[in-house]
């Protein structure tokens, strides 16, 4: 186990709302995460037009953040990344605890996703959060060979789940 990964077994961990000065390691950490990464531009207007936008601490380093919409009784998780050295460590489960709750108590039914179906790590996270597939976009995702689909992942909302 690596000497962060020790670290992080231990860390405190906080959940914040992201700010403007946040998004260059955001931008880092997405870039190192994804073959077809969101772009500096995207996480401003992310947090322009007031998205759910946050990030995850542990000891203070910023490790990871979730990004959410909210609205007509819906929430749709828009991203979620924890930076690879922080990883396996429950991280993206406390941020999708957190998104979820704020969800439910702005008073939305149900939360919706996109996965590839080739993210094995996220589809096993959101299967385990009890997220449900309740159908396929065709072609969604930029692929290195053409295009992947998504599929599109939902999980009600009752008042009292967690
Ligand atoms: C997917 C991702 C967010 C998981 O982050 P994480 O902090 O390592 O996840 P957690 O430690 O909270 O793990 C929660 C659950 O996710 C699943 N999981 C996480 N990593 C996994 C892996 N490598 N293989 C299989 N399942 C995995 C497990 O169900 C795990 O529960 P468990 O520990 O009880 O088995 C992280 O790998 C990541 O940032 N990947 C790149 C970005 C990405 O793909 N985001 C999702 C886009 S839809």
Known sequence: M?????????????????????????????????????????FRDCLRVGYVCRVVEADSALAGY?????????????????????????????????????????GMHEAFLEVRPSNTAAAHLYKSMGFEQVGVRRGYYQAAAGREDAAVLRRLLLPDAK
């Not at 020790?6 to 906080?14: L, N, T």
């Not at 959940?15 to 955001?26: G, S």
């Not at 190192?32 to 969101?38: E, K, L, T």
């Not at 979730?66 to 991280?91: F, K």
Request: aromatic share 6%.
């Open 2 to 42: 690596s000497s962060v990964k020790q670290e992080v077994e231990s860390a405190s961990v906080a959940i914040r709302p992201m700010h403007e000065l946040d998004v260059p390691v955001v931008v880092d950490i997405e870039r190192a995460a994804y073959q077809f990464p969101w772009s500096e531009g995207i």
């Open 66 to 106: 979730g990004i959410m919409s909210v609205g007509a009784g819906e929430a749709h998780i828009l991203n979620v990344c924890i930076a690879d050295e922080y990883r396996g460590r429950g991280l993206a489960r406390r941020v999708l605890v957190y998104l979820l709750e704020r969800a439910r108590a702005s």
